[in-house]
Nanobody, 122 residues
Framework: QVQLVESGGGLVQPGGSLRLSCTAS????????MGWYRQASGNQRDLVAV???????NYQDSVKGRFTISRDNAKNTVWLQMNNLTPEDTAVYYC????????????????WGQGTQVTVSS
């Protein structure tokens, strides 16, 4: 089974920074896309930023210029550096891994982490 372990959430004041980390494990050969989604209370889960194994990125418009996504393909790890945080960034952040190829598995799969809370408040 594939597991995504997230870390780095917490409480931060407006204008502050946080760095989220997510590592995937479970007999993984490769992962096409890794990234972050977020879900604020009462809202749907929205894309924040994703990055492919080739380094192509896609960001939600509201985080462009403030958030930076990066990954280490060899370590199956993705990071999200979040700067100049605002209260509107408050949400549960979920790590995603799509197109995961595993040893002894025919078809690739998609997986989610359990989520990490980010709260921006003074």
């Amino acid at each position: 089974q594939v597991q995504l372990v997230e870390s780095g959430g917490g409480l931060v004041q407006p204008g502050g920074s946080l760095r989220l980390s997510c590592t995937a494990s479970g007999n993984i050969l490769s992962i096409f896309e890794m990234g972050w989604y977020r879900q604020a209370s009462g809202n749907q889960r929205d894309l924040v930023a994703v990055i492919t194994s080739g380094g192509n990125t896609n960001y939600q418009d509201s985080v462009k210029g403030r958030f930076t996504i990066s990954r280490d393909n060899a370590k199956n790890t993705v990071w999200l550096q979040m700067n100049n945080l605002t209260p509107e960034d408050t949400a549960v952040y979920y790590c995603s891994a799509k197109g995961v190829r595993r040893r002894n598995s025919v078809r690739p799969g998609d997986y989610w982490g359990q989520g990490t809370q980010v709260t921006v408040s003074s």
